[in-house]
Every structure is written in C-alpha cells, then in structure tokens.
C-alpha cells in the first residue's frame, strides 16, 4: 500500500505476495498515545515470533476505513485493540462477534471506530470471521510511548492467547 498509513509487519512471510490470507492478526492504536497504542505493541510482540503459514499481520495503527481493503481480503480477522470500556486498566476481554451489532461501541479512540468499519465491511458482503481481542485502558496520554504497569502486563497473557488461537485456526479448526 504504498504511501498508507497501513503497513504489514516487517518479516511477515507467511503469506506470499499478492496472496490472500487465511488469517489477518490486526494491532490497532496510536503508538504515540500510551496505553492507546497497546494492540500494535501486542503485534510487534507476536510478529518476532516464528512464521505461521497463512497468517499475515498488519499493523493497523488508526487506519479506520482505511483498513477497510484489508479486512475484505481475509475470511477471518484476529484483531487487537485498546478499549475505554470502563473497567480497570489491563482488563482483558475476547468477543466473537457474529453481526455487527454484536461488536461493541467505543471501541477505541479513533475516528472511525471499530463498528463502523466491520458495518461497511457488512454492507460490502465481505463481514470475516472476528476474534476481537480488547484491553482495557483508563487514562490516554498524548506524546507518551510507554504504556501504564496494568496495560503493560496484559500483554504477555494476550500475546499467549493469540498464539493459541492461530494455532487453531490455522489447524483447521477456524
């Protein structure tokens, strides 16, 4: 995508060029927004990892309907995100969501939320398959790169829980 916003994650072999994949994992943030930026921390983690054949990543950063042509190119979406949902910072959450009105508002701190995309995905009948990886955040603090203790020790737990759903789904049992 040259000149996006978007770019796929250094060193992400496991799908050929030009080739759809099998599984997209999606980190969604602001890297300069502290704890907003937790779901491209948790991809980078990920992404040294080995190679998973057909699994592909993509550093979302806060494309919005930008990511639009990248979700429609893949039957299931592993995606990662900060959420202000109100409960304690660090709190893990996993949706599934089979429709859009099953993906929760206020969805992180971009323009173009979370819903709204997966709604224009829907409308384009390209809705994937969705694990919705969420963790929660309390405070964003702007020009900052670190992220708050709780938030920071969510994500090994998170970053474990991905593996183990790649591992599944990339074993067939999607």
């Known amino acids: 995508m040259n000149g996006s916003a978007l770019e796929l994650v250094a060193g992400s072999p496991a799908v050929a060029d030009g080739d759809a994949p099998d599984v997209l994992v999606i980190g969604v943030g602001n890297l300069l927004m502290g704890d907003e930026g937790v779901g491209v921390h948790i991809l980078r983690t990920l992404e040294s990892g080995p190679a998973i054949p057909g699994v592909q990543f993509l550093d ?21 995100d900060a959420t202000r949902d109100g409960h304690p910072a660090g709190t893990v959450t996993r949706l599934r969501p089979a429709e859009v009105a099953d993906i929760p508002r206020g969805l992180s701190a971009h323009d173009f939320g979370l819903r709204d995309l997966f709604a224009a995905a829907a409308l384009l009948g390209q809705f994937p398959v969705i694990h919705l990886y969420t963790i929660s955040v309390e405070t964003i603090h702007p020009m900052c790169l670190d992220l708050s203790p709780a938030v920071n020790a ?21």
Not at 66 to 78: K, Q
Not at 168 to 174: D, Q
């Open 60 to 80: 979302g950063g806060t494309g919005g309907i930008n990511l639009l042509e990248c979700i429609g190119r893949a039957p299931v979406i592993v995606m990662i």
């Open 154 to 174: 969510a994500m090994p737990p998170v970053a474990d829980a991905v593996r183990r759903l790649l591992a599944e789904l990339t074993a067939g049992g999607g």
